[in-house]
């Protein structure tokens, strides 16, 4: 079955972006507002509190280096943080309606990156009106990145959806987790700055090497590969199917839970 020519995945994306952002003007304002929020605040504090200075920033300076790791971050954070209540939310179409169950997730996560990717181009068209030396012919390279992190937050969903219907208390451990995770991830700093034993574990780390691609595709026009640029893809898309895998043998106990 292709996803993304069934009919019913295209409906429930559909819903989804209507239900959680067309539907009153709060929900698509907050989908802008609130990382440009979140941007503004760090990028005072580290910027004019702390007077961060990244060295391999480029031209831009700090707010370009910070903007082009957050928003992604964002959509990843607000797709797996939806995770945890994506079953319970939809218990009326579980066993009423004949359709896989994995396209709830999936379909979640798909309109949250669509929504959240609009608001990407926005800032980047914004941060070139400000002086910063955006790549355009980086989206082109950026996008399979972008269509990654989509894969391991899709993954993430499919794990955590499931799991929560048997252990409820995943909800509440998983929003401190996602901010550990935030500070792991080399978005308000460089890895270069690391000691070197810190910055070789980074690298396990895959949303690091996503936002450091990011940056050089779209910040320095760096497009150069190397193995990890082969490794951390593969691994994502092993990362998927066992999740989908995990999902599909407990999606049958579902009706059980609800």
Excluded: C
Excluded at 61 to 68: D, I, K, R
Excluded at 139 to 168: C, H, K, M, T, Y
Excluded at 183 to 206: D, G, R, V
């Amino acid at each position: 079955m292709n996803l993304f020519t069934n009919n019913v995945f295209r409906q429930l994306v559909s819903r989804a972006i209507r239900t959680d952002y067309l539907e009153n003007l709060t929900g698509f304002a907050w989908l802008i507002l609130q990382p440009l929020i979140l941007l503004a605040v760090y990028a005072f504090v580290f910027t004019t509190i702390f007077k961060a200075r990244i060295p391999d920033a480029g031209t831009g300076g700090f707010v370009p280096y910070l903007a082009v790791a957050f928003w992604p971050w964002t959509a990843f954070s607000e797709a797996v943080l939806r995770s945890s209540n994506t079953i319970s939310a939809n218990a009326a179409l579980i066993g009423k309606v004949a359709f896989p169950s994995e396209l709830l997730p999936l379909s979640t996560v798909t309109a949250t990156f669509m929504m959240n990717m609009l608001g990407y181009l926005a800032v980047l068209l914004v941060l070139q009106l400000m002086g910063a030396d955006i790549h355009w012919l980086g989206l082109l390279a950026a996008l399979p990145v972008d269509l990654l992190i989509n894969l391991v937050a899709s993954g993430l969903e499919l794990f955590i959806s499931a799991l929560q219907e048997l252990i409820r208390d995943i909800s509440k451990i998983l929003p401190p987790l996602m901010t550990f995770w935030f500070f792991t991830t080399p978005i308000l700093y460089s890895s270069s700055l690391l000691p070197e034993n810190f910055a070789t574990l980074m690298k396990f780390n895959p949303m690091s090497w996503y936002v450091e691609r990011l940056r050089d595709f779209l910040l320095l026009g760096n497009y150069q590969l190397g193995p990890w640029d082969l490794l951390v893809p593969a691994v994502t898309v092993v990362v998927f199917i066992l999740s989908l895998r995990f999902f599909r043998k407990f999606s049958a106990h579902f009706e059980d839970f609800l």
